[in-house]
């Protein structure tokens, strides 16, 4: 079980830092593409519009697999108790006790 832990945690990580370069690269809408390749050629590796397609696609599958695998670590973290799931849940109720009638001079 630890080493299926460890392996989501290291698929987190990598997906977070993947994510993170892969959002940093792309540039904005009023961008050109010298702003992003240095020299304004319109034929990259990736074609004229090719690389904002192709970073947009992976960048969402980066993002996907970051939340897939949050979710994964919270469902093998998580105890097996689903009652004491929350910050309350540790908390016991509280004992009741009988009421004693009071005595009133008469």
């Given at each position: 079980?630890?080493?299926?832990?460890s392996?989501?945690?290291?698929?987190?990580?990598?997906?977070?830092?993947?994510?993170i370069?892969?959002?940093?690269m792309?540039?904005?809408k009023?961008?050109?593409m010298?702003?992003?390749?240095?020299?304004g050629s319109?034929?990259s590796?990736?074609?004229?519009?090719g690389s904002?397609?192709?970073?947009?696609?992976?960048t969402?599958v980066t993002?996907?697999l970051?939340f897939?695998?949050?979710l994964?670590l919270?469902?093998l973290v998580?105890?097996?108790?689903k009652?004491?799931l929350?910050?309350?849940?540790a908390?016991?109720?509280a004992?009741?006790?009988?009421?004693?009638p009071?005595k009133?001079?008469?």
């Open positions: 079980m630890e080493l299926i832990k392996l989501v945690l290291i698929l987190n990580v990598v997906s977070a830092i993947a994510t370069v892969l959002v940093l792309q540039h904005g009023g961008a050109d010298g702003a992003a390749f240095g020299s319109a034929g590796l990736f074609g004229s519009s904002a397609n192709f970073l947009s696609r992976t969402a993002a996907t970051f897939a695998s949050c994964a919270v469902l998580s105890p097996a108790k009652a004491d929350g910050v309350m849940g908390q016991k109720p004992v009741e006790q009988p009421v004693q009071s009133i001079p008469e």
